[in-house]
């Protein structure tokens, strides 16, 4: 994006990224300000928040879908789970003793997991809540809890060819260029279960679309840099190509009306 001159990058962290979040929703719309977003800023936490601080969808303008990440349904080795369908089938013979790692109530993983046990008919799985991914991920590497949800990286791959974990399927809806071997929940008999995260780039709301639609194709010409596409899928994300502003706006629309019902059962 030579084209625009520097970038100043910003780390606005807190309250779960709503400080940084709300800063560009109430910013001025002159492009000059810009969010990199995801599942996380524009689908879970306005849905999973007790009080919202934004509206996910009429507070800003997308520009670009950047790309996606998906998880994994990972278990340990000692579990006699060889499939997707056998951990079902164990869950149900066995309620009460599978642990569930998950990084907090309200977080992908939490919801991710929760998704898998009332699609797969209600499993009785216990769910054990942790302090960030990392340690959920090391207890699972030394059988002190017998499954997580997962976020693929190259990292989470390796250990499954090392058959220190076992990758039953990933919560996509296709199979990923990284793990190519990992079926898919479709695939492995659980249709609905999807759980990816995608990342976006938005502006706040009224931005002209001229300058959208200039970020966009600037934004675009980075992403069919076959070296770029690279260095994304080496760093874990599916690069998503063509959607701009207008396709943005349907596809977080979809996702958050995907997730909807989902967060609103597990409030029940």
């Given at each position: 994006?030579?084209?625009?001159?520097?970038f100043?990058?910003?780390?606005?962290?807190?309250?779960?990224?709503?400080?940084?979040?709300?800063?560009?929703?109430r910013?001025?719309?002159?492009?000059y300000?810009?969010?990199l977003?995801?599942?996380?800023t524009?689908v879970?936490q306005?849905?999973t928040a007790?009080?919202?601080?934004?509206?996910?969808?009429?507070?800003?303008?997308?520009?670009?879908?950047?790309?996606?990440?998906?998880?994994?349904?990972?278990?340990?080795?000692?579990?006699?789970?060889s499939?997707?369908?056998?951990?079902?089938?164990?869950?149900?013979?066995?309620?009460g003793?599978?642990?569930?790692?998950?990084?907090?109530?309200g977080?992908?993983?939490f919801?991710?997991?929760?998704?898998?046990?009332?699609?797969?008919?209600?499993?009785?799985?216990v769910?054990?809540?942790?302090?960030?991914?990392?340690?959920?991920?090391?207890?699972?590497?030394s059988?002190?809890?017998?499954?997580?949800?997962?976020n693929?990286?190259?990292?989470?791959?390796d250990?499954?060819?090392?058959?220190?974990?076992?990758?039953?399927?990933?919560?996509?809806?296709?199979?990923?260029?990284?793990?190519?071997?990992?079926?898919?929940?479709?695939?492995?008999?659980?249709?609905?279960m999807?759980?990816?995260?995608?990342?976006?780039?938005f502006?706040?709301?009224?931005?002209?679309?001229d300058?959208?639609?200039?970020?966009?194709?600037?934004?675009?010409?980075?992403?069919?840099?076959?070296?770029?596409?690279?260095?994304?899928?080496?760093?874990?994300f599916?690069?998503?190509?063509?959607?701009g502003?207008?396709?943005a706006?349907?596809?977080?629309?979809e996702?958050?009306a995907?997730?909807?019902p989902i967060v609103?059962?597990?409030?029940?």
């Amino acid at each position: 994006m030579r084209q625009f001159g520097a970038f100043v990058v910003e780390n606005r962290s807190g309250a779960g990224t709503i400080i940084g979040t709300v800063e560009v929703a109430r910013g001025t719309p002159d492009g000059y300000l810009l969010l990199l977003g995801s599942t996380n800023t524009h689908v879970l936490q306005p849905l999973t928040a007790s009080t919202r601080s934004y509206d996910p969808l009429a507070d800003f303008a997308p520009i670009s879908i950047l790309g996606t990440t998906a998880t994994a349904i990972a278990v340990t080795p000692g579990l006699p789970a060889s499939s997707l369908q056998e951990l079902i089938a164990y869950a149900r013979g066995n309620p009460g003793k599978i642990a569930l790692g998950h990084s907090g109530p309200g977080t992908n993983t939490f919801l991710s997991g929760e998704m898998f046990k009332l699609l797969a008919g209600g499993l009785d799985i216990v769910s054990v809540p942790y302090k960030g991914a990392g340690p959920s991920f090391a207890d699972l590497l030394s059988g002190q809890i017998q499954m997580i949800v997962v976020n693929v990286t190259n990292q989470i791959t390796d250990f499954h060819a090392a058959g220190k974990i076992r990758l039953l399927a990933v919560n996509s809806t296709s199979r990923l260029r990284s793990a190519p071997d990992i079926p898919t929940t479709a695939e492995a008999g659980l249709p609905g279960m999807i759980s990816q995260t995608f990342y976006a780039t938005f502006a706040p709301a009224r931005t002209p679309d001229d300058i959208l639609m200039q970020i966009d194709r600037a934004t675009q010409d980075v992403m069919h840099d076959a070296e770029f596409q690279g260095r994304l899928s080496k760093a874990g994300f599916d690069p998503v190509l063509g959607l701009g502003p207008r396709e943005a706006v349907r596809y977080i629309a979809e996702e958050y009306a995907r997730w909807e019902p989902i967060v609103k059962k597990l409030a029940t």
